[in-house]
């Protein structure tokens, strides 16, 4: 752990310096759809949607002209899901500090510029809170974060690969993603028990610079 939050800093320091070199800075948030992929060796669970939101900056560092960009970035992303039986409900939820790196690929006029994304993602897990219903009667701890399979829950690091599309108005964009986890997140995976983030991005952002 202590060395993600050192890597995760180095980052943080070293982006602002990036963007002297860079043609854009961005900022964007807005809403998550989160749930995930929970199952088992016998079954699969059904998890629902929960809402969110998420918060970053982005650069943009020109690979070939105008058009094609490598894209780092640092999100505060908000994740979870939803378990539902007829007396009974669960929903975690999750704060994770994401770093995605895209390669990005922009099209069309300076005016509007259409754009795709795509790349992996690294993050590390905040903080959390498991909600549940049992028969009417609610209760709620604070997400143990580890490796032990004993006595945690969830493991901080999370990975996957993102995806997405969106527009360019001038300065303002507007997009959709989508991150697919890839890392199993659960401390016990005892009989295949896994846990893999899901989580779908709309956001809006506005970028500073020569884009």
Do not use: C
């Not at 989160?34 to 949607?49: A, G, R």
């Not at 259409?114 to 219903?133: C, E, F, R």
């Amino acid at each position: 752990m202590k060395n993600t939050l050192r890597i995760l800093l180095v980052v943080m320091i070293i982006m602002p310096r990036i963007d002297l070199y860079a043609q854009t800075f961005g900022i964007k948030g807005g809403l998550n759809l989160s749930n995930t992929l929970e199952k088992d060796n016998s079954q699969t669970y059904n998890d629902k949607m929960i809402p969110g939101i998420h918060l970053g900056v982005t650069i943009g560092i020109p690979l070939s002209g105008e058009s094609i960009f490598l894209e780092p970035g640092i999100l505060f992303n908000m994740k979870g899901s939803k378990y539902q039986e007829t007396n009974y409900s669960e929903t975690y939820v999750m704060y994770y500090l994401d770093i995605p790196l895209n390669l990005k690929v922009a099209f069309g006029s300076n005016k509007i510029k259409g754009y795709g994304t795509l790349g992996p993602y690294i993050g590390v897990g905040l903080s959390g809170k498991d909600n549940w219903t049992d028969a009417g009667v609610k209760n709620s701890e604070t997400i143990k974060w580890g490796n032990d399979a004993n006595n945690d829950f969830l493991k901080r690091l999370d990975y996957g690969v993102g995806i997405g599309a969106g527009v360019i108005f001038s300065s303002v964009s507007v997009g959709i993603g989508y991150d697919l986890g890839l890392a199993n997140i659960a401390s016990d995976a005892s009989g295949g028990y896994k846990i893999n983030n899901r989580v779908l991005q709309i956001s809006i952002g506005y970028l500073f610079g020569k884009k």
